[in-house]
């Protein structure tokens, strides 16, 4: 028996009466995407919670309406949670979705990576004193109950995205910005968003190999990064960096190294592959792996797009998938 786990950007999914595409035409595209998954476990960025005509909590009716029909529709669920107010938040909630039994779950967002405290060097008027600098996102960790009695634990995270942070009077309008040195610093503190995240996944992590050496792990998901970046190095681990040979049992490897160059993109951007989405796994699951996958056949170029293409239905993130062989009890 086999095992697919699978993480796909869905790109806003959103079900608001002013949607243009409609919510309909974005399911004639994504619904199949997902049925050709066939995933067992499957982790989903980007999805935006609706509030219910009843005016009770913020729910995911818009990935209710995708799944409906599908057997997603039938797995049990956790999603991420609005820290403000009851149920999910407004945009950009992480779902993950498994056949078989979830017997825990965590929310995770400067639990373990405490704020870092920041004085802008160029926000107009200056600032009287050092600001925290928040993660955009938490992240949401699983644990699985297996067939045969192993556990699986599986992290969705979603990490922001390389533009540059807001600094106080440093910008024109929405994609203007005053002066070089503003830019830099605000791309500065995305970098310290993005790193710090990644960080806070790695310790997590490593708390699951402390209670557990020959832990299952996956961690999935959009990581706006490459391989060679650096959210990716703290996160994967790698003797390299370490130095150290007895900890390359907490290394974490990169799926897509199993597929060829010419395979191995999840964004097109002005012609350029990149490898942005990924699923990383600990060795004793590596052991069971037995094929990776990377739906980009129809994946359209997100750039030129914006550019050229009139409300697209379609997400520009390929979905990922990788088969295992069950692992046994």
């Not at 107010?85 to 078989?100: D, F, M, P």
């Not at 960790?141 to 045969?148: F, I, N, R, S, Y």
């Not at 992290?155 to 009077?169: D, E, F, K, Y």
């Not at 995240?197 to 706006?224: H, K, M, T, W, Y």
């Amino acid at each position: 028996m086999s095992l697919r786990i699978a993480t796909f950007n869905l790109e806003n999914l959103d079900d608001r009466p002013e949607l243009d595409p409609p919510l309909d035409e974005r399911i004639a595209l994504l619904r199949p995407q997902l049925l050709r998954l066939a995933a067992d476990i499957l982790c989903l960025q980007e999805v935006n919670g609706q509030q219910p005509k009843d005016g009770g909590p913020r729910g995911l009716l818009a990935l209710d309406r995708l799944l409906e029909g599908t057997p997603y529709g039938t797995f049990q669920r956790i999603a991420t949670t609005s820290s403000s107010e009851a149920g999910v938040a407004n945009v950009h909630n992480l779902v993950i979705l498994s056949r078989w039994p979830l017997s825990g779950r965590e929310q995770l967002r400067h639990e373990l990576v405490s704020r870092p405290a920041y004085r802008p060097a160029t926000a107009e008027p200056p600032e009287a004193a050092a600001q925290p600098v928040e993660w955009d996102r938490p992240l949401l960790k699983a644990t699985v109950e297996l067939p045969g009695g192993r556990i699986l634990h599986v992290v969705n995270l979603h990490l922001r995205a390389p533009l540059a942070a807001l600094v106080a009077g440093q910008k024109q309008d929405a994609f203007t910005w005053r002066s070089v040195g503003g830019w830099a610093e605000g791309f500065f503190l995305a970098t310290v968003k993005r790193s710090g995240q990644a960080l806070e996944a790695r310790l997590l992590v490593d708390r699951i190999f402390d209670e557990e050496p020959d832990a299952l792990i996956a961690v999935c998901g959009d990581l706006n990064a490459e391989e060679r970046e650096m959210p990716l190095r703290i996160l994967r681990g790698d003797v390299e960096d370490t130095g150290n040979g007895h900890l390359a049992y907490r290394a974490l490897v990169p799926l897509e190294r199993t597929l060829p160059d010419s395979q191995r993109y999840s964004v097109l951007h002005h012609g350029h592959k990149q490898m942005l989405d990924h699923i990383l796994v600990s060795r004793p699951l590596m052991a069971y792996c037995r094929q990776v996958e990377v739906h980009n056949e129809a994946l359209g170029d997100e750039l030129v797009a914006y550019a050229t293409v009139s409300h697209s239905p379609e997400s520009y993130h390929a979905p990922v998938v990788a088969e295992f062989a069950r692992p046994d009890g």
